[in-house]
T-cell receptor, first 110, second 110 residues
Framework: TQLLEQSPQFLSIQEGENLTVYCNSS?????LQWYRQEPGEGPVLLVT?????EVKKLKRLTFQFGDARKDSSLHITAAQPGDTGLYLC??????????FGTGTRLKVLA | ETGVTQSPTHLIKTRGQQVTLRCSSQ?????VSWYQQALGQGPQFIFQ???????GRGNFPPRFSGLQFPNYSSELNVNALELDDSALYLC?????????FGPGTRLTVT
């Protein structure tokens, strides 16, 4: 059974701080996605990574896919209150099924 | 905005009843997936439809069923509702490695 574990589960930081969220698995994924979800809404796709070792940047967010395609990280620089939300990673092995991580709930205090 | 719409936004049903949830996929996407997201957890894959055929299924009982129509819109039907079916139900339409979620339907079973 494929599982994706995220850490930490909860994170509360001050505005301006940096943070990293991790997504780990013992399984290999052909691609991995990161989403942010606001309460009562659907997840919004932030990025898709498909190549081992790939690094993608989206403004203050940096995403990395592990060399072995089993793990990923999301780094946020100078966090802002607007970054508050539930961050989810999801992996697929090229089949129909996306496996979601357990989620990291981030709160950025002004 | 993803272009994926879901209806209704909220629904309250009684245990034992049946419910139908609807989803209109993003233009050009012929694949639709349904997920169940319990409070505080990541989405769990229910099933996927590709060109009107079920393309894969997660660990959900047969009382969860679906349909996809020629215009690629989709329905999720749940029979004999149980209290544990209370959740946010998400529809996602996909293309290649990326999937885009609708806002979800919040189902409460009392």
């Amino acid at each position: 059974t494929q599982l994706l574990e995220q850490s930490p589960q909860f994170l509360s930081i001050q505005e301006g701080e940096n943070l990293t969220v991790y997504c780990n698995s013992s399984s290999v994924f052909s691609s991995l996605q990161w989403y942010r979800q606001e309460p009562g809404e659907g997840p919004v796709l932030l990025v898709t990574v498909v190549t081992g070792g790939e690094v993608k940047k989206l403004k203050r967010l940096t995403f990395q896919f592990g060399d072995a395609r089993k793990d990923s990280s999301l780094h946020i620089t100078a966090a802002q209150p607007g970054d508050t939300g539930l961050y989810l990673c999801a992996g697929t092995s090229g089949t129909y099924k996306y496996i979601f991580g357990t989620g990291t709930r981030l709160k950025v205090l002004a | 905005e993803t272009g994926v719409t879901q209806s209704p936004t909220h629904l309250i049903k009684t245990r034992g009843q049946q419910v139908t949830l609807r989803c209109s996929s993003q233009s050009g996407h012929n694949t639709v997936s349904w997920y169940q997201q319990a409070l505080g957890q990541g989405p769990q894959f229910i099933f996927q439809y590709y060109r009107e055929e079920e393309n894969g299924r997660g660990n959900f009982p047969p009382r969860f069923s679906g349909l996809q129509f020629p215009n690629y819109s989709s329905e999720l039907n749940v029979n004999a509702l149980e209290l544990d079916d209370s959740a946010l139900y998400l529809c996602a339409s996909s293309s290649a490695y990326e999937q885009y979620f609708g806002p979800g339907t919040r189902l409460t079973v009392t």
